[in-house]
């Protein structure tokens, strides 16, 4: 079956601009994650859904971020006022287990 | 709290030589401890999990590792290396359910 399918694949924006990334899980995984890899630097756990809990919002590095999943599925990480600090690639998981997270390809952010 | 060090942030083997990539961790709890690869412009893709139960671990690809809870390491193996091994490697340690936290990751080139 189809895996996590990210969009867009890169993203360039100007300093200062409001970006969304979107994450399609694998149907029927009820978690999803967002990371972030920053050049030379591991990857960074941002925030956490699983069904209709209230997210795990502990790793979002400022209030700039935030993310919505809707209907349980598709989720969106919206980032305000892009800093150049923010460029990364931002990854997205699903699970249906807490060990076996499968991941998406990437957005690759730049920020100019 | 929990942390992952992957000792070797670059390897370089032969094709058809061993590969040994090391990694020691952090934790408070009974950890999780898990391999990813990471192929260029590729997703992570889980190469193998341990979860309490036995400590030597084998995953896809010929890859194996070893929990060893005395010396709190995680080393990666692999008996012959092969050209598709070139990746970027990443250790990764949860001692909560979904939490993971990543090594640095370890480049793997293979040399004909």
């Known amino acids: 079956g189809a895996g996590v399918s990210q969009s867009p694949s890169n993203k360039v924006t100007e300093k200062g601009k409001d970006v969304e990334l979107r994450c399609d899980p694998i149907?029927?995984?009820?978690?999803l994650y967002w990371y972030r890899q920053s050049l030379g630097q591991g990857l960074e756990f941002l925030i956490y859904?699983?069904?209709?809990?209230?997210?795990?919002k502990s790793g979002l590095p400022s209030d700039r971020f935030s993310a919505e999943r809707t209907g349980g599925s598709v989720s969106t990480l919206t980032i305000q006022r892009t800093q150049q600090e923010d460029s990364a690639v931002y990854l997205c998981?699903?699970?249906?287990?807490?060990?076996?997270?499968?991941f998406g390809p990437g957005t690759r952010l730049t920020v100019t | 709290a929990q942390s992952v060090t992957q000792l070797d942030s670059h390897v370089s083997v032969s094709e058809g030589t061993p590969v040994l990539l090391r990694c020691n961790y952090s934790?408070?709890?009974?950890?999780?401890l898990f391999w990813y690869v990471q192929h260029p412009n590729k997703g992570l893709q889980l190469l193998l999990k341990?979860?309490?139960?036995?400590?030597l671990v084998k995953g896809i690809n010929g890859f194996e590792a070893e929990f060893k809870k005395s010396e709190t390491s995680f080393h990666l193996t692999k008996p012959s290396a092969h050209m598709s091994d070139a990746a970027e490697y990443f250790c990764v340690v949860s001692d909560q359910d979904y939490k993971l936290s990543f090594g640095a990751g370890t480049t793997v080139t293979v040399r004909a």
């Open positions: 998981a699903s699970s249906s287990t807490p060990y076996e997270q499968y």
């Open positions: 859904f699983q069904g209709n809990s209230a997210p795990d």
């Open positions: 934790s408070s709890y009974s950890p999780s």
């Open positions: 149907s029927g995984h009820t978690a």
């Open positions: 341990y979860t309490s139960a036995a400590t």
